[in-house]
């Protein structure tokens, strides 16, 4: 037997590779020349795979500790997120937000099952936060008078910035790591390292009152004598 879909080009084989979506004939042709009823075969168009989605952020993606970062897909339907090339569970909305160090990526699946290439990396780092610790302890007092001064030192690090308070306002100009008081308060400092994370810590300053003398009476005493 010979083969043909168009009716005029006949082959040995039944296999018909490289065709294109359309509607054929097959018919069939004995070693008499006598050909067989047509048998109607469509092709349809593969289907279109999802175009490889991509991640975005609002900022970089290093976060600081305790916090998270949401991760936005381009497309709008289809998600499945992966860390590490992992699976996670349940992430398959447009946004996924992450709190885990990893390089995450998606891709997309349409209504037809077909797969899209799976998205470029975003790698998500977690930063430690700063130590904000003021050196001298919770609570100060001035070392003798109310007219005395007192210094508090916060904890120095690579790229950190500080703001100083006294209660819950800021004080102008105070944004090194050292402050010098004259005043009772609770004093606080903020300390922000250089990817933004920050952390605070508190002190309570006190003051030693002036010495009083207390007379009971006018005393007369002799010279030398006390």
Same mark, same amino acid.
């Given at each position: 037997?010979?083969?043909?879909?168009?009716?005029? !080009?006949?082959?040995?084989?039944?296999?018909?590779?490289?065709?294109?979506?359309?509607?054929?004939?097959?018919?069939?042709?004995?070693?008499?020349?006598?050909? *067989?009823? *047509?048998?109607?075969?469509?092709?349809?168009?593969?289907?279109?795979?999802?175009?490889?989605?991509?991640?975005? =952020?609002?900022?970089?993606?290093?976060?600081?500790?305790?916090? *998270?970062?949401?991760?936005?897909?381009?497309?709008?339907?289809? @998600?499945?997120?992966?860390?590490?090339?992992?699976?996670?569970?349940? #992430? @398959?909305?447009?946004?996924?937000?992450?709190?885990?160090?990893?390089?995450?990526?998606?891709?997309? !699946?349409?209504?037809?099952?077909?797969?899209?290439?799976?998205?470029?990396?975003?790698?998500?780092?977690?930063?430690? $936060?700063? /130590?904000?610790?003021?050196?001298?302890?919770?609570?100060?007092?001035?070392?003798?008078? /109310?007219?005395?001064?007192?210094?508090?030192?916060?904890?120095?690090?690579?790229?950190?910035?500080?703001?100083?308070?006294?209660?819950?306002? #800021?004080?102008?100009?105070?944004? $090194?790591?050292?402050?010098? =008081?004259?005043?009772?308060?609770?004093? *606080?400092? !903020?300390?922000? %390292?250089?990817?933004?994370?920050?952390?605070?810590?508190? =002190?309570?300053?006190?003051?030693?009152?002036?010495? =009083?003398?207390?007379? %009971?009476?006018?005393?007369?005493?002799?010279?030398?004598?006390?």
């Amino acid at each position: 037997l010979e083969y043909s879909i168009d009716g005029k !080009t006949f082959q040995s084989t039944a296999v018909f590779s490289g065709l294109t979506p359309g509607t054929y004939q097959v018919v069939a042709k004995n070693s008499t020349g006598c050909i *067989s009823e *047509s048998l109607g075969l469509v092709i349809n168009p593969s289907p279109a795979i999802p175009t490889q989605p991509t991640i975005t =952020v609002l900022g970089t993606g290093i976060i600081c500790e305790g916090t *998270s970062l949401l991760l936005n897909s381009s497309a709008s339907s289809g @998600n499945q997120w992966y860390r590490n090339g992992q699976l996670i569970p349940g #992430a @398959n909305q447009p946004s996924y937000l992450a709190s885990v160090a990893g390089n995450y990526t998606l891709n997309v !699946t349409n209504s037809l099952g077909c797969t899209s290439a799976a998205s470029g990396a975003l790698a998500v780092q977690i930063s430690p $936060q700063p /130590e904000a610790l003021i050196t001298q302890g919770a609570t100060l007092a001035f070392s003798s008078c /109310e007219n005395s001064s007192l210094t508090l030192s916060a904890k120095t690090g690579v790229g950190y910035s500080y703001a100083w308070y006294l209660g819950t306002s #800021a004080i102008t100009n105070a944004t $090194q790591s050292n402050y010098t =008081v004259t005043n009772a308060g609770n004093y *606080s400092v !903020t300390v922000t %390292d250089a990817n933004g994370c920050s952390a605070e810590a508190t =002190v309570l300053v006190i003051v030693n009152p002036l010495p =009083v003398i207390v007379m %009971d009476a006018e005393v007369e005493i002799c010279e030398g004598s006390t």
